[in-house]
C-alpha cells in the first residue's frame, strides 16, 4: 500500500515540475544542448515515409 503512495506523489512531484516548466519562457537557440537536439529531431522526423512523401510532393521531386 505505501509503495503505490509513493509511486503516485512521485507521478504528482513530475506531474508539477513538467505544468512549471510549460508555463515558463521557451528556452532559446542559446541554451546548452539546443542544437544537438534540434538535429536529432529532424533526423527523426525526416526520416519518415510520410514525411518524406510531403516534402516530394511540396518541393516536386519525382521518385
Same mark, same amino acid.
Given at each position: 500500500m505505501q509503495i503505490n503512495? &509513493? @509511486?503516485r506523489g512521485a507521478? #504528482? @512531484?513530475m506531474a508539477k515540475k &513538467?505544468?512549471?516548466e510549460m508555463q515558463q519562457e521557451p528556452k532559446g537557440i542559446h541554451y546548452p544542448g539546443y542544437k544537438r537536439r534540434v538535429c536529432r529531431a529532424s533526423? %527523426?522526423?525526416a526520416n519518415q515515409p510520410l514525411v518524406q512523401d %510531403? #516534402?516530394?510532393r511540396h518541393l516536386g521531386i519525382k521518385k
Open positions: 503512495r &509513493i @509511486k507521478g #504528482l @512531484k &513538467i505544468m512549471n533526423e %527523426i522526423v %510531403i #516534402l516530394s
